[in-house]
């Protein structure tokens, strides 16, 4: 069944249910790319009717991470190398734009409270990163990235930071967890890139977050040349 571990949902809210368990399964590589599967499928193992299933698949379509297959049901969207680099560029010239011209006005914007929290979730990225952990780094990197950028205060750039992130990680989880040991070779910058934006130190940021996406794509590009290679 293309949905291993999964357990039945409550009924309320039951699109945005099914649309983040499938997501989380997808991030995680439990649902590789190119799985094909029908509606009645994802129903069937959840127990629930068509309806919220089809509108949970075309939510995750929407977001790039599934493919519409014609008479088929739905498919893993597929990444390429090419995919994950310009992803990675993208991702680098907005977030360097955002903290370059908007930490002055983050920092009046801040509460004592979206600090802490985003403090809180560095700590726990940072810490998964490098104990090796790739199950509980994904959600701490995903939801440490959502709070920092969220201070900026823009819906859009915040949403589009988000899918490129999610989608990066779809690419290079298979790649990641071909790697027996990963302690040591994660970024694990988190609480040093929170420190520079929290005191006002826009260069810094900028140097945090560029280290940090060719660290990403430089480990990346070199686990995908030995997978070739064996």
């Known amino acids: 069944m293309p949905v291993p571990g999964t357990s039945p949902v409550k009924r309320n809210t039951l699109r945005q249910q099914i649309a983040e368990a499938l997501c989380d399964e997808v991030l995680a590589g439990r649902l590789p790319a190119g799985l094909q599967f029908t509606v009645k499928e994802i129903a069937d193992q959840y127990g629930v009717s068509a309806t919220p299933v089809r509108e949970a698949l075309l939510d995750l379509c929407s977001q790039g ?26 991702r680098t010239m907005v977030v360097e734009g955002v903290f370059r011209h908007s930490v002055d006005r983050t920092l009046r914007s801040m509460t004592p409270a979206a600090l802490a929290s985003v403090g809180r979730r560095a700590e726990e990225a940072e810490r998964a990163a490098r104990s090796g952990d790739l199950d ?4 701490y990197d995903l939801r440490f990235w959502r709070e920092l950028c969220g201070l900026v205060g823009n819906p859009y750039i915040l949403d589009f930071l988000q899918r490129l ?5 779809v690419f290079t989880v298979p790649y990641l967890r071909r790697v027996p040991d990963l302690r040591g070779l ?7 890139l929170t420190a520079a934006v929290t005191r006002g130190d826009p260069a810094t940021s900028e140097r945090l977050i560029g ?3 060719t660290h990403f794509r430089t480990l990346i590009e070199r686990l995908v040349v030995e997978s070739k290679a064996r």
């Open 65 to 90: 991470l599934l493919d519409v297959e014609e008479h088929r049901g739905f498919k893993v969207h597929e990444y390429t190398i090419e995919d994950f680099r310009h992803m990675v560029d993208a």
């Open 136 to 139: 509980i780094l994904i959600g």
């Open 165 to 169: 992130r999610a989608q990066t990680w």
């Open 186 to 192: 994660l970024w694990a910058g988190h609480c040093e």
């Open 211 to 213: 280290a940090y996406n």
